[in-house]
């Protein structure tokens, strides 16, 4: 990997800065189908930003790049085993195993994810290219300050990903697509101080526009590839808010907050389903392609007539509230309520128009008591916060194997979702030569289902099926919220030693990081179950000079395996190790 940025000053009033970097990563996993390296990493990108000065109250930023990258993520499995078998449960505990693959889709670094490639049994990959352009224009003046922020952006992704890494020459259940995506986003902003500079206001307007076009097939292979879906979606959003928070200084010690959010949003869709001219003139002889049943075709029409909206609007106000006392120079003590939401959509992956189920917006209250302080001179630091959230109409992204094999992606609202807990942080840094770190973090989740979940429950106890799917166990009980351990702890070093002839310094810092044990998986399936994990990264820095640093460092010291994810009965596992060795120079 290399990276390198170079500041050029045109004049006093105005600024240039380059940079760019470049990556060539090597795969981890071996394909024995196809003999190639996969999950590797290739990228580049560049970057242009200038600064324009041309009054003292004037300043713009305006800033241009673009990337381009080509990397991978598919499933994979340990020596023999499928990757439906966990490695924990065959006696491997680490990641000295070579990791293994077996799709027969052959790997490409330009995939264009589409069908026509697919079928030639190339393309696996995902590659993505995006260029952005930013400005930021600050005036300040006796009125306040006024902020003008602008940003295009513009991606194309285009994948084609075998999840469930069969040995056919189009894997076993895959999905290829092209997404181009636009977005427009402006902002303007307004800060000033009144009353003695006792009241500080922030308010301004936002608008978000984007807009998406995606392209995608998916196959399932019954002894020969078989064309589940192929359509297009046109999904287009629009939003607006006006914001405003005023903090206001009731004493010298105590500030008050209050700030509201108004925000109107609207989502549509429009689908074309490509499956039906396909079926009529199959262009390839090697998929399969069956007609669908009337009134199930991936259009629009076919939505609207089932009672599907296509369309979704929304108005939300959030508001905000927070009480700051500053008890010394050394203790601040704090009280707050947050609301905020998740936009809604729809069940995008699904391979029928009964299954582009809408889901609703999330809604998120949440409620925090906490304590900052400095101790010792300053030299050792307490924080702790207490926290309590609900999150109405929880969205929770779930996938299952349905009765024919293939897989069925989901979101719904299942759920509300409640959490308590406890965050401490603490830190000393006795002198500027080394410094010790340790964090804390408690929960207790819990989610709260609705009717539609509570009737899967009745029949999962009945005997009647629904065990296993959304968040109802196989024992028919509420399943723990995903990733949502009980608590968590990191604790970090840095020491840092001069090294006089070479007029440079050493320094070294360790972090450690353990996880209580985690369901991964959204149904409380055994196999989405992680055991408690600690993890270790650590570096070593050696400068020469003011200019000249290397930097040796590890992530994942320690080779510790970590199922991140379960997807229909796959899994998805952290990286081995990773050592690199860096080395900087300033001219």
């Given at each position: 990997m290399l990276r390198a940025s170079v500041d050029i000053p045109v004049s006093d009033t105005v600024l240039t800065k380059f940079s760019g970097?470049?990556?060539?990563?090597?795969?981890?996993?071996?394909?024995?189908?196809?003999?190639?390296?996969?999950?590797?990493?290739?990228?580049?990108?560049?970057?242009?930003?200038?600064?324009?000065?041309?009054?003292?109250?004037?300043?713009?930023?305006?800033?241009?790049?673009?990337?381009?990258?080509?990397?991978?993520?598919i499933t994979n499995s340990f020596a023999n085993l499928s990757i439906f078998a966990r490695p924990?449960?065959?006696?491997?505990?680490?990641?000295?195993?070579?990791?293994?693959?077996?799709?027969?889709?052959?790997?490409?670094?330009?995939?264009?994810?589409?069908?026509?490639?697919?079928?030639?049994?190339?393309?696996?990959?995902?590659?993505?290219?995006?260029?952005?352009?930013?400005?930021?224009?600050?005036?300040?003046?006796?009125?306040?300050?006024?902020?003008?922020?602008?940003?295009?952006?513009?991606?194309?992704?285009?994948?084609?990903?075998?999840?469930?890494?069969?040995?056919?020459?189009?894997?076993?259940?895959?999905?290829?697509?092209?997404g181009e995506h636009d977005q427009f986003t402006q902002e303007v902003q307004y800060n000033n101080s009144f009353m003695n500079d006792r009241l500080n206001f922030v308010g301004g307007v936002y608008y978000h526009s984007e807009d998406n076009v995606t392209d995608w097939s998916t196959l399932f292979d019954i002894g020969a590839p078989l064309l589940l879906a192929d359509r297009e979606m046109d999904n287009e959003n629009t939003s607006v808010a006006v914001y405003g928070q005023a903090d206001f200084q009731i004493?010298?010690?105590?500030?008050?907050?209050?700030?509201?959010?108004?925000?109107?949003?609207?989502?549509?869709?429009?689908?074309?389903?490509?499956?039906?001219?396909?079926?009529?003139?199959?262009?390839?002889?090697?998929?399969?392609?069956?007609?669908?049943?009337?009134?199930?075709?991936?259009?629009?029409?076919?939505?609207?007539?089932?009672?599907?909206?296509?369309k979704l609007t929304e108005t939300v106000v959030t508001p905000r509230f927070a009480l700051q006392w500053q008890i010394s120079d050394n203790i601040m003590a704090f009280a707050s309520h947050t609301e905020g939401f998740k936009s809604g959509g729809w069940n995008a992956r699904g391979t029928s128009a009964a299954e582009l189920l809408p889901f609703d917006i999330?809604?998120?209250e949440t409620q925090e008591l906490g304590v900052r302080s400095d101790w010792l001179d300053g030299t050792l630091r307490f924080n702790a916060t207490l926290f309590w959230m609900e999150a109405t109409d929880f969205q929770v992204p779930s996938a299952f194997v349905r009765d024919n094999g293939t897989i069925a992606f989901i979101t719904r609202n299942f759920a509300d979702l409640e959490n308590e807990g406890l965050e401490i942080d603490l830190s000393w840094a006795p002198n500027e030569m080394f410094s010790l770190y340790a964090t804390a973090g408690f929960q207790d989740a819990e989610q709260i289902p609705g009717e539609s979940i509570r009737a899967q429950q009745a029949d999962c106890l009945a005997g009647l099926g629904g065990g296993g799917q959304g968040i109802v166990t196989p024992s028919c009980e509420i399943a723990d919220p995903t990733r949502s351990p009980d608590s968590t702890y990191t604790i970090?070093?840095?020491?840092?030693?001069?090294?006089?002839?070479?007029?440079?310094?050493?320094?070294?810092?360790?972090?450690?990081?353990?996880?209580?044990?985690?369901?991964?998986?959204?149904?409380?399936?055994?196999?989405?179950?992680?055991?408690?994990?600690?993890?270790?990264?650590?570096?070593?820095t050696v400068g020469v000079g003011e200019n000249l640093r290397f930097t040796l460092e590890?992530?994942?010291?320690?080779?510790?395996?970590?199922?991140?994810?379960?997807?229909?009965?796959?899994?998805?596992?952290?990286?081995?190790?990773?050592?690199?060795?860096?080395?900087?120079?300033?001219?």
């Open positions: 970097f470049w990556l060539d990563e090597d795969g981890y996993v071996e394909n024995r189908t196809t003999g190639e390296e996969l999950n590797g990493d290739e990228a580049w990108g560049v970057r242009a930003d200038l600064r324009f000065m041309p009054t003292d109250n004037v300043t713009w930023d305006i800033a241009a790049e673009t990337i381009e990258s080509s990397s991978l993520n924990y449960d065959n006696g491997i505990s680490d990641n000295t195993e070579n990791r293994y693959s077996q799709t027969g889709i052959r790997a490409s670094n330009n995939s264009d994810g589409s069908l026509e490639q697919l079928a030639t049994g190339n393309g696996l990959g995902n590659t993505v290219e995006s260029w952005a352009i930013s400005s930021n224009l600050v005036w300040e003046g006796d009125f306040g300050t006024l902020t003008f922020i602008t940003g295009l952006r513009s991606l194309e992704q285009r994948f084609i990903v075998d999840f469930f890494d069969g040995a056919g020459f189009a894997g076993t259940y895959t999905i290829a697509n092209v004493t010298d010690a105590v500030t008050l907050t209050a700030g509201v959010r108004w925000t109107d949003e609207e989502k549509e869709i429009d689908l074309r389903d490509f499956k039906p001219a396909l079926a009529a003139s199959n262009p390839y002889s090697n998929i399969l392609i069956f007609p669908a049943a009337p009134g199930t075709e991936l259009t629009t029409a076919n939505l609207e007539a089932a009672g599907i909206a296509t999330e809604e998120v970090g070093a840095n020491l840092t030693g001069q090294l006089p002839r070479m007029n440079g310094y050493i320094s070294g810092n360790l972090n450690i990081r353990r996880t209580d044990d985690v369901n991964v998986g959204t149904s409380g399936l055994p196999n989405g179950l992680v055991d408690a994990t600690t993890e270790m990264n650590a570096g070593i590890c992530q994942n010291c320690t080779n510790e395996l970590v199922q991140h994810s379960v997807l229909a009965g796959t899994f998805y596992f952290n990286e081995p190790r990773r050592v690199s060795f860096k080395a900087r120079y300033d001219f």
